[in-house]
T-cell receptor
């Protein structure tokens, strides 16, 4: 079955560490996105990528980095510069970066700073 | 610029009662509108979407929504709530093919269903 796989489901980070969240899709979608979810704040866009080897900052990109070396993969690194990284992170993809196409979401990664 | 407002961060209904979750949007161009549902510790699942055509849109699990341009609204309804409908619901807007025009989400509404 086609879909988006995020791993790990739970992740714990020590202060000052970088961590990488994995996102893989086998839907043959061109565009991929990372969102951060905090209670009561909905989803906020971190980064998005329309095509391989290209990506754009979203609304809250500071302290995060991404890469898009393959169409199927869009990993997110939470760097030590992100001062409040504890949140639920969601990866999504769309067939194209086009407004009328629905987004498909992964199951999320819950990151906790310990 | 586009934005979405969901009125009521928490809504509680009795099982069998009408479900009404409110969504108002702001957009300078005709919008595309979506409702997603999220169960605890899971991703979002599409309930329904409005792109063009019929303004009353039917989705999964008995939900439907009506696009009202004059009211800039896209409220989600279900005639009879079921315990399994308890979840968080997100309204989202997008405005088409253009760099930077992304899905913008509302703050979400948590639906609680009482037995």
């Amino acid at each position: 079955d086609g879909g988006i796989t995020q791993s790990p489901k739970y992740l714990f980070r020590k202060e000052g560490q970088n961590v990488t969240l994995s996102c893989e899709q086998n839907l043959n979608h061109d565009a991929m996105y990372w969102y951060r979810q905090d209670p009561g704040q909905g989803l906020r866009l971190i980064y998005y990528s329309q095509i391989v080897n290209d990506f754009q900052k979203g609304d809250i990109a500071e302290g995060y980095s991404v890469s898009r070396e393959k169409k199927e993969s869009f990993p997110l690194t939470v760097t030590s510069a992100q001062k409040n990284p504890t949140a639920f992170y969601l990866c999504a993809s769309t067939r194209r970066h086009q407004g009328n196409t629905e987004a498909f979401f992964g199951q999320g990664t819950r990151l906790t700073v310990v | 610029a586009q934005s979405v407002t969901q009125l009521g961060s928490h809504v509680s209904v009795s099982e069998g009662a009408l479900v009404l979750l409110r969504c108002n949007y702001s957009s300078s161009v005709p919008p595309y509108l979506f409702w997603y549902v999220q169960y605890p510790n899971q991703g979002l699942q599409l309930l329904l979407k409005y792109t063009t055509g019929a303004t009353l849109v039917k989705g999964i699990n008995g939900f439907e929504a009506e696009f009202k341009k004059s009211e800039t609204s896209f409220h989600l309804t279900k005639p009879s709530a079921h315990m399994s409908d308890a979840a968080e619901y997100f309204c989202a807007v997008s405005t088409g093919w253009n760099a930077g025009n992304m899905l913008t989400f509302g703050g979400g509404t948590r639906l609680m269903v009482k037995p």
